[in-house]
């Protein structure tokens, strides 16, 4: 089987299984236990916040691991909402949101929040100029935008978010699950207050995450309990798992280090031009020049990717629909629809998302794959 769905879900690095596997058999213990035991394995779950504090540019302190992508997404969200309050305050984010911010947001405007959602051009870049409309710097508020989507790969014009955002008093939530580890994301170069990572989209585990807390800036935990994580979020440490993501943060920052992943945009682009050498009518989706180097999103005309996806199985090849959330529903997805795609054009979309571990025998299969299935179709 030829894996190009790393959006989805990438594979453990078999570094990260090594590093984590003494956690499940030596070294056990309870990280709060005031034994040596115990202690030793705090300072695992402490290098594990250095590793994943070093890939983005924070402090330590400023690392709060968590379950997942979705519950960091919800403690900063539920947090900043009980700040800002909900009478007379306002929520700006965009359109082309996970449904981990999405449905948050719409759980506080159903008690009365005020909150607005910010559209794309067509190439999937948030609208800056309705950003700078919607925003009310007569009551307090926060923006909450991701950094790169998990459909298309296109990267948001983080720092004039934050600037408009901090002009008019703000604060910042960004959903980063689908930049960390694949992009430099710099909390020392661009100054939002809350970022969400999850583990499993670089090589770590399912079911680890962490959110970045500036220093300063408040934050109400959402899951109270013994205190863990500076009480910011409670619950004994999934020790093995942190101590994974850490050292899958720690193969990330090295390979952003080495060549910004210069391998995988090089065999991205490859596989683009592979398609469009081979295959006629098809539209490559998103921004050209601002997207993640693992991503191509394509659109075949006359071909859905429901059509497709089966085809694709059968002959080996694993990836998705436009939309991994959409699929199975016959909605198109919300995010080509902002990018004011025909239904058409969405429904007959795939994306296609690479790893560090994929070849370039394997880019090589899958464009033929692609190309006889889109041929089978029409
Ligand atoms: N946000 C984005 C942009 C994502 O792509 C995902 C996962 O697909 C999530 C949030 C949810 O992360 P997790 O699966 O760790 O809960």
């Known amino acids: 089987m030829i894996y190009l769905d790393s959006n989805a879900t990438t594979q453990v690095h078999p570094e990260v299984i090594e590093a984590m596997l003494p956690y499940f058999t030596e070294h056990w213990?309870?990280?709060?236990?005031?034994?040596?035991?115990?202690?030793?394995?705090?300072?695992?779950?402490?290098?594990?916040?250095?590793?994943?504090a070093e890939l983005i540019g924070a402090k330590t302190s400023e690392i709060v691991f968590t379950g997942c992508g979705t519950e960091s997404n919800n403690m900063a969200l539920k947090s900043l909402a009980r700040l800002v309050g909900r009478k007379n305050s306002k929520i700006l984010t965009s359109v082309i949101e996970h449904s981990a911010?999405?449905?948050?947001?719409e759980a506080m405007t159903a008690v009365g929040f005020e909150a607005e959602r910010i559209g794309t051009d067509e190439d999937g870049r948030l609208c800056i100029?309705?950003?700078?409309?919607?925003?009310?710097?007569?009551?307090?508020?926060?923006a909450s935008v991701m950094w790169a989507n998990n459909e298309s790969g296109v990267?948001?014009?983080?720092?004039?978010?934050?600037?408009?955002?901090?002009?008019?008093?703000?604060?910042?939530?960004?959903?980063?699950?689908?930049?960390?580890?694949?992009?430099?994301?710099?909390?020392?170069?661009?100054?939002?207050?809350?970022?969400?990572?999850?583990?499993?989209?670089?090589?770590?585990?399912k079911g680890v995450g962490a959110?970045?807390?500036?220093?300063?800036?408040?934050?109400?935990p959402m899951i109270r309990g013994g205190g863990q994580e500076s009480g910011r979020r409670s619950g004994t440490e999934n020790v093995p798992y942190i101590v994974g993501f850490g050292k899958a943060a720690s193969i990330m920052k090295s390979a952003l280090d080495r060549d910004n992943h210069a391998g995988i945009t090089g065999l991205r682009d490859d596989f683009e031009k592979q398609l469009s050498d081979s295959i006629d009518n098809i539209y490559f989706n998103g921004s050209r020049e601002h997207r993640t180097g693992n991503v191509a999103h394509v659109s075949f005309e006359g071909c859905t990717a429901d059509?497709?996806?089966?085809?694709?199985?059968?002959?080996?090849?694993?990836?998705?629909?436009?939309?991994?959330?959409?699929?199975?529903?016959?909605?198109?997805s919300h995010v080509q629809k902002a990018m004011g795609f025909s239904d058409e054009r969405a429904f007959s979309s795939l994306r296609i998302s690479l790893s560090m571990f994929t070849t370039k025998a394997e880019i090589d299969q899958a464009a033929g794959i692609i190309r006889d299935a889109v041929r089978t179709v029409r």
């Open 129 to 142: 100029d309705e950003l700078s409309e919607k925003i009310d710097s007569s009551k307090p508020g926060f």
């Open 101 to 105: 911010v999405l449905r948050p947001i």
């Open 29 to 52: 213990h309870n990280p709060s236990s005031g034994y040596e035991a115990g202690k030793a394995i705090k300072s695992a779950v402490e290098t594990a916040r250095e590793q994943v």
């Open 211 to 220: 959110l970045f807390i500036r220093e300063g800036v408040n934050f109400e």
């Open 307 to 332: 059509a497709l996806l089966p085809l694709l199985d059968s002959a080996g090849l694993q990836c998705s629909a436009g939309s991994a959330c959409m699929t199975g529903k016959s909605q198109p």
């Open 155 to 205: 990267i948001q014009p983080m720092a004039q978010v934050c600037e408009i955002s901090k002009n008019a008093g703000w604060t910042v939530h960004t959903d980063a699950i689908q930049a960390v580890g694949k992009i430099p994301v710099r909390v020392d170069k661009i100054p939002v207050d809350f970022l969400s990572i999850s583990g499993h989209k670089f090589h770590a585990p």
